[in-house]
Nanobody, 112 residues
Framework: QVQLVESGGGLVQPGGSLSLSCAAS????????MAWYRQAPGKQRELVAI???????TYTSSVKGRFTISRDNAKNTVYLQMNSLKPEDTAVYYC??????WGKGTLVTVSS
């Protein structure tokens, strides 16, 4: 059974940084593309960033240059480094692999 556990969310001021982690079990992530999604209050879940098994990364335009997705296959963990955070980045952030495997999410709140 695949389990994804996100951590690292919290409250941060605008312009600040947070680093999210997603620890996977029940799956060897090195063979899979891994993604971060987010869902803001009242909005649909959206793709934030994806990293392929080969390490190629893609970002939604609103986070390009501010967020970095990375992976450590030895630790079976994916990361999302978020810099220059804005209030509009406030959301629950979810880790994803494949069609149906999701974590429970971690809340990121950007507010002064």
């Amino acid at each position: 059974q695949v389990q994804l556990v996100e951590s690292g969310g919290g409250l941060v001021q605008p312009g600040g940084s947070l680093s999210l982690s997603c620890a996977a079990s029940g799956i060897t992530i090195r063979f899979y593309a891994m993604a971060w999604y987010r869902q803001a209050p009242g909005k649909q879940r959206e793709l934030v960033a994806i990293i392929t098994s080969g390490g190629t990364t893609t970002y939604t335009s609103s986070v390009k240059g501010r967020f970095t997705i990375s992976r450590d296959n030895a630790k079976n963990t994916v990361y999302l480094q978020m810099n220059s955070l804005k209030p509009e980045d406030t959301a629950v952030y979810y880790c994803n692999v494949g069609k149906d495997n999701w974590g429970k999410g971690t809340l990121v709140t950007v507010s002064s």
